[in-house]
């Protein structure tokens, strides 16, 4: 066999034309990869407040209460338990929020767009080495499910500044994301089944 027989078939115009479409979806993958620079800039001037406020720095400790919604009967005059738990989570929402950007650029530009070839290379994330797209999509919903489940903690930690009916709202809307996971997953669960069963 020569080298001409192991060279990909030449597409027809049109349908090479389609195929390459998909590379404008390249914008939006580097979109991303702005995004996440966004929320690690956040991030770092949250965790610098905090630290500040640790040091019993009066505006960077403003600075926080601002941020997390947190409202008390009392001004906030020091660092107190309830602030830092609500700034923990804030930042672990944005980590969370983070690896979700991380799995939708590179297991949608793997999925979609074009392979990265990364099977030997020594940091290739392990879930990688199995994504496409239906797996994507479930690994997408839970990560959306623990996004939500952050927001609603820290609804309910600071639920005095909320409002019953957005306390309902917030948690039945995490009910929905936990059920539209769950049919994803289900969905899934029978296509690849069913596939399974064609293939024998």
Known sequence: MNQADLSPPRLRPLPALIFASR?????????????QGVYVA?????????VEAAFGNKHAL????????????????????????LVVLALIDVVMISNLLIMVIVGGFETFVSR???E????????LSHVNASVLKVKLA???????????????????????RMLIAQTGI????LLSALAIALVDRLMTSAAAHGGH
């Open 23 to 35: 590379w404008l979806q390249l914008p939006l993958y580097l979109g991303l990869i702005v995004a």
């Open 42 to 50: 956040h991030f770092l001037m949250e965790l610098w407040h905090l």
């Open 62 to 85: 403003q600075a926080l209460v601002e941020s997390i919604g947190y409202k008390s009967g009392a001004p906030v005059a020091a660092l107190n338990e309830t602030v830092i738990m």
């Open 116 to 118: 990265l070839n990364l």
């Open 120 to 127: 030997d290379h020594p940091d290739q994330p392990e879930w």
């Open 142 to 164: 839970l990560s959306i499910i623990g996004i939500s489940s952050i927001h609603l903690l820290k609804t309910f930690i600071n639920a005095d500044n909320y409002s019953d």
């Open 174 to 177: 995490h009910l929905t994301f």
